[in-house]
């Protein structure tokens, strides 16, 4: 059984084609199911088979965004994983890959705790996908690198946009956690002169006060500032969100939510009761913020969010990206044919200054639950920038940027 | 002097090289004058000579999205104009080279008429550019390929992710009065059942009552419906729109516009006192209103607004659209130093299956003012689509598309 789950990446596709492709290497095994919308497929039996599936189409498939299959976002509680065992043992499914994020890596995990429990033999495998990097244990996560370079590219435009109109820009970039797509927008920047001026991450607490000084810097220095954003970017106050459990913890208060609060706008909230934060008009708050304290003479200010094209967008993906998307399916098949193993598939990245490589398996209950954010290392002393040893970190995942020509240095 | 005037495009830079290249080829002119920030430079005498610029450099210039001379959002009237033909006077400028839209124009036709009543030998040429496509007599515009590229490749994927994951999805498009660029979607359509499934153009009265019934229908049918909608959708009532020589005309209202004043939000406007269509929220606007009315049962509901992303990217120039902009650039100056002649350069289409064009030159004043709206044969009937002719003109404009990979058709 083969599943895709979660948000959309560019290269979600390689992952299932490396699984699909592996498995038809393998004369032992019949049947591939592929589940229709992850979990909700697999409980619902709504499977295809995907063995000895037309290669020419399958490429096809790799090289088109999101999920193929189908995608959900139901987070399995015990009783859904139940569900999901009786299916496989009812099915005779004797080896499960679900691509996704850590979430997926959990019911991966639970589903295979029961497996156990129940002496039957199923081998477990999660396949890593996000555009937010924040799984543990690997260097990095297929689908992050697209996005990276979709947020490069389009930060590249929109720092030539203001330079050639100037005034302020804000780009609103995904992650609602983890930094680690906003700081991409590093790879746009070329030389002192040239955008992001400004890059923020929820990893760091946003003081707005000092935001407007920032940006009063900047825009007296060059006359022009592009600033980016995490839509997740939090205050020093807290509020509470609900787990699918049902349990409640604190966290750090979203900008977005506290503007909202104080412009006293409804808030949605998803199925556990969180604020769906993409409805939520960060980026035009602190526009209109910034344009109150500057003032009568406060230059064109505009605001923009990057919104799905940043998963979705077919038109640049990573190759190296690509490639390990790719590998990554494949590993988890040749993984759980190799030994009576379960496990996440995870990458280290070579020593050297050349970027290559490795795959290794990680355990399951590393990768579940727990996110990785944005080492504290690469944010800047003063919480409103990027340091560039992040950029040997990102250039390479993104692959090569075209270079921006300017009339003068 | 040339000079580079209003909103960015991705293949702007290619007509600034254009004339710089054509300049270069011409023994008899010593100076090419680029004005920093289009006739705001030209009134501050604020250019550089641009005469035998190093030719690597240029290549990578006209590489690179938006005006790489600085761009400007001045629209002069009389006495500005006055100002800039001094300015010409002065510098003995002979050639003056703008490009821009048809405001662009206009300002090129009265500074060449004050150059006429002093007898003094101008020749003005403007060149085109602009993304919404609006310029009258030319068949298209230099920069709409790429801004169509862009617009086709990311609902391309948004449909994708919209498979994966279900429910509605509503993507605001750039467009203020023209729906060119919102009908350029329909270029991510690759049959029946895969998005956009609606489409929304300002030159069709919008019925917000019939658009939910036109939403319902869709969803009722596939499970998930893709929208594309112009920024700039009107409905059936009225409003004033100020003019910058301080005339009043009443045109549509936006229905971002009407939404707004329902919903009781402050409404910035420019220096015209015109209503910012870009601040307002339209796209979570219609999904806040299609949630409200499909109750209880309502499905996952999302809302982009695409913003300058679709103006700037670097990622995805079309190859054709460059080559024209390129020459369009060329073209002016060939035309100018062929005869005591002014205009604006065109494009005409040639007839037959095989896409390919020829030069011309327009009158300034037939494609000043006026611009031109997509033509009501390419709306469908029930004013919620675009019919298939309409890919005859676009695709070529916009370059060859990735095809889409699906499983199962």
Same mark, same amino acid.
């Given at each position: 059984m083969v599943g895709q789950s979660g948000g959309s990446t560019a290269v979600i596709n390689q992952s299932l084609v490396g699984v699909i492709e592996a498995v038809d290497d393998c004369a032992a095994i019949g049947r591939l199911l592929g589940a229709h919308h992850g979990v909700r497929g697999i409980v619902q039996e709504l499977f295809v088979n995907l063995k000895g599936f037309d290669r020419a189409r399958l490429e096809r498939v790799a090289a088109t965004p999101c999920a193929a299959l189908g995608s959900t976002r139901d987070k399995p509680n015990e009783e859904y994983c139940r569900r999901i065992f009786e299916v496989f043992r009812k099915n005779d499914v004797r080896y499960f890959f679900y691509i996704g994020g850590n979430d997926s890596a959990d019911t991966a995990r639970i589903v295979r705790e029961m497996a156990k429990a129940d002496?039957? $033999?199923?081998?477990?495998?999660?396949?890593?996908?996000?555009?937010?990097? $924040?799984?543990?244990?690997? $260097?990095?996560?297929?689908?992050?690198?697209?996005?990276?370079?979709?947020?490069?590219?389009?930060?590249?435009?929109?720092?030539?946009?203001?330079?050639?109109?100037?005034?302020?820009?804000?780009?609103?970039?995904?992650?609602?956690?983890?930094?680690?797509?906003?700081?991409?927008?590093?790879?746009?920047?070329?030389?002192?002169?040239?955008?992001?001026?400004?890059?923020?991450?929820? =990893?760091?607490?946003?003081?707005?006060?000092?935001?407007? $000084?920032?940006?009063?810097?900047?825009?007296?220095?060059?006359?022009?500032?592009?600033?980016?954003?995490? =839509?997740?970017?939090?205050?020093? =106050?807290?509020? =509470?969100?609900?787990?699918?459990?049902?349990?409640?913890?604190?966290?750090?208060?979203p900008i977005a939510v506290k503007v909202a609060e104080e412009m006293h706008i409804d808030l949605e909230r998803d199925d556990h009761g969180n604020v769906v934060l993409s409805k939520l008009p960060l980026g035009q708050f602190l526009a209109d913020y910034i344009a109150e304290r500057l003032g009568k003479n406060k230059p064109r200010i505009r605001a923009d969010t990057f919104g799905y094209v940043q998963r979705s967008f077919p038109g640049c993906v990573s190759p190296v990206d690509a490639r390990e998307a790719r590998l990554v399916g494949r590993r988890a098949v040749q993984y759980a044919l190799a030994g009576r193993t379960s496990g996440s598939v995870a990458i280290r990245r070579n020593e050297g200054a050349r970027y290559g490589v490795s795959y290794f398996r990680a355990e399951l209950a590393d990768v579940a639950h727990q996110t990785k954010p944005l080492p504290k290392e690469y944010i800047n002393a003063a919480a409103n920038g990027i340091n560039d040893s992040f950029l040997d970190y990102v250039a390479p995942l993104a692959g090569d940027l075209p270079p921006i020509g300017r009339l003068f240095d």
């Open positions: 002496s039957y $033999d199923l081998r477990v495998f999660h396949i890593p996908k996000t555009i937010d990097n $924040d799984l543990r244990v690997t $260097d990095h996560c297929p689908g992050y690198g697209s996005a990276a370079r979709f947020v490069a590219l389009a930060v590249m435009g929109d720092d030539r946009d203001n330079a050639s109109l100037t005034g302020l820009k804000i780009d609103v970039i995904m992650g609602r956690d983890a930094g680690w797509l906003t700081a991409a927008s590093m790879l746009a920047r070329s030389d002192e002169s040239t955008g992001p001026h400004l890059i923020y991450v929820p =990893e760091a607490i946003f003081d707005i006060g000092r935001f407007v $000084d920032d940006v009063r810097a900047v825009y007296d220095r060059l006359g022009r500032c592009v600033i980016a954003v995490s =839509e997740g970017i939090v205050c020093d =106050e807290k509020m =509470e969100v609900r787990k699918a459990d049902g349990s409640v913890k604190l966290v750090d208060k």
